[in-house]
């Protein structure tokens, strides 16, 4: 029982009941109208599922996340370790990221849609530019921390230039690279969902703001409770592939 | 002809690394070593003793070809040293394991780095973990084993790639003083199994004296050689027995008298 009570899934299932019961406790006095009780936006969401029209609009959202978030993550983990191992690529590229993380990109996307339109490009680029900063910055200061010791080690046993890069200092880095994945993938949803809010409604963006103007609440939920859903998933998932892929030493703890 | 020869070759054998007028000096007027010459002979172990900002750890760090020197050469077996090489393995003060292998591949990744097929490698390493006293524990990771025994996993690496030259930088000043002692006494049939040239930097005298052939005494500010003690110990008697020997006390007495106007 108490081993039960310990375990980290137990804990996480409380959280999540207390934030359900919490908000199916203020969708009941009710604090607006337009803000449904937990039940009613989990049964929305059922329907939604059932007839199909939730399902149905997702591929519209996800292309330009996943490809976008494919881009960012190849170019952005190449553009870190690059910037990490050289200091020529350092100095031009890190104030460039530095100055792209701290801007309000959103702000971009208004010149993102003159430039190239209502298209899935402006989607994607919407994605990039939200997620790479965080992913280049992050796998560039990992590289840059890579223990002296280990890099030492790797020299003093003749490992060649690229041995050393591909056995210890990824490996190394890799905690921190991923660490900017998940940020990243994070920005990216935030991206595809401002991309289909302020550039052309499709997808689940659609769906949001479609059932907003009819005052269909409950399923304006549902819609913006799966896409979280979706979000977290995606980056437990992230996160599981690092330990498979890269530490081994965590799956023995997990 | 011959004898000539000969005598030349015992000559240059008997050393193992020899350095000769090294200077180091740091970007930034930084001189950590001042035209220092020293030889190390072959099959002891030596310390590098001294306060801290001797030098020693630079010294060894030039002989392990993983710092160049400002001036002066180093050689190992009559070569000059140009860079890191086969003939010298390195441990590591912090131990320098790689947190995601196994204690077998970490054991192993001197050879994995020279490109031995893996079973080969993974035979070899075993042997080592076997002889550090690790045996049963090669499929942890560092995380799982305590310092001194991460750095018994160090001891196996360097011994598995075979150098005839071991370098060892402060090796167990991470490691508590109990196991230290134990790690100390397993040195000492390490050394002896192994017929190695040690070269072993350390700011503990009882260590040093405890562990060593010989001992160089280096003194900073300029940074030089002050002394070669050979600390004439006798090895036959128990590791506790040694510890207590007044010969034992005696050096530990004199080097302490030797160092102690550095340290303030």
Redesign the interface.
Known sequence: MSSFLKHPLTLRLLSVIIAAGAWEYLGRIPISPAFPTFLQTMSALGGMIADGSMVSVYPATFQPLLIGLIISSILGIACGVFMGLNAKAEWFGAPVFIVLQSAPLAALIPLLTFAYGIGLTSKILTVCIMSMPVIVLNAYSAVRHT?T??I?????????SR?IIL??II??A?PVIYAGLRLGAAMGFIGAILAELLITPTGIGDLITYNQSIAEYDKMYAAIFSIMAFAVIFIEILERTEYFF????KR??Q | MSAVAEAVSTDKTDIAVSVNDVTKIYPGGVEALNDMTIQFPKGELTSLLGPSGCGKTTLLKIIAGLLEPTSGSVTVNGKNVTGPGKERAFVFQDFALMPWASVLRNAAFGLELQGVAKSERHAIAEKYIDAVGLKGYENLYPHELSGGMRQRVGLARALAVNAEVLLMDEPFSAVDEQTRRKFQEDLLTVVDDEQKTFIFVTHSIEEAVYVSQSIALLLPRPSRVSEIIRPDIRRDISPDAIRRDPVYLDIVERIWKGLRTYVE
């Open positions: 223990p010791s280990m030492e080690m790797g020299r003093s046993y003749l490992g060649s041995q056995k210890i490996p190394a890799s890269f530490r081994p030493d023995v703890t």
